[in-house]
């Protein structure tokens, strides 16, 4: 059985550093290749599974410089610690036997700080007001583009052309759902891997089994996830 494995990037990042913490991009992208190892290691009666690819998806950080209305200056984000971090995740992750990037697009040209929801909530309240509005208070806004198109093209193209039987999924919303159904109606086996987060529940009907995979006893989300924890 040959299984592919598709990694929504900025998903896995995010729930990776929720999970088991803040790691240098080396240890984040041996940490990501031992995570999927380890699906191909979990079922007995898979004995004949092999990995057809591990495919990662993502887009390049912000290497701009954007004005910040607190700091009334600009913020050169080339020169920032996430985006050495990125690149030299990318780079660790291209050196992995059988992984392969598909970037998408960073959509930058309105890239901009905006204030974060819990301090325009607390402005609108009365309990802040602008003066005191701190540097942590504001966020980078951009948009991504691509990273979704591609994995559902993906998903259709390795369904359609049959180089694989079985794909594993690792992300946590529902847009690949109209991706699923194809592949299913192909005979693929779809497995999706949210990494422990709730998914909503008219997702499992366009799901073959539900899995997430990593070492014994990881407490997340005030729960105690187990190594033995099954598809279901």
Known sequence: MKTAILVDGGFYRKRAAHLWGKKTPEKRAAELY???????????????????????????????????????????F???????????FFDELKKQRKVALRLGELSDAYASYRISTPALKDLCSGEKNISNLKESDFTISFQQK??????????????????????????????????AKLARREGIDFILDPMWATIKANLFEHIDG????WGSNRKTDNKTIDDSESEV
């Not at 694989?164 to 999924?169: A, E, F, G, S, V």
């Open 78 to 88: 080339r020169h920032s610690d996430t985006y050495a971090w990125t690149n030299t």
């Open 210 to 213: 539900l899995m997430s995979q």
């Open 34 to 76: 031992a995570y999927c190892s380890a699906h191909l290691r979990h079922e007995q009666r898979y004995d004949d599974r092999v990995l057809y690819r591990i495919f990662y998806y993502d887009c390049p950080p912000l290497g701009k410089t954007v004005y910040h209305p607190l700091l009334k200056r600009g913020i050169d």
């Open 146 to 179: 691509g990273v979704d198109m591609r994995i559902g093209l993906d998903i259709a193209s390795l369904a359609y052309k049959k180089q694989i039987d079985q794909i594993i999924l690792i992300a946590g919303d529902s847009d690949f759902v109209p991706a």
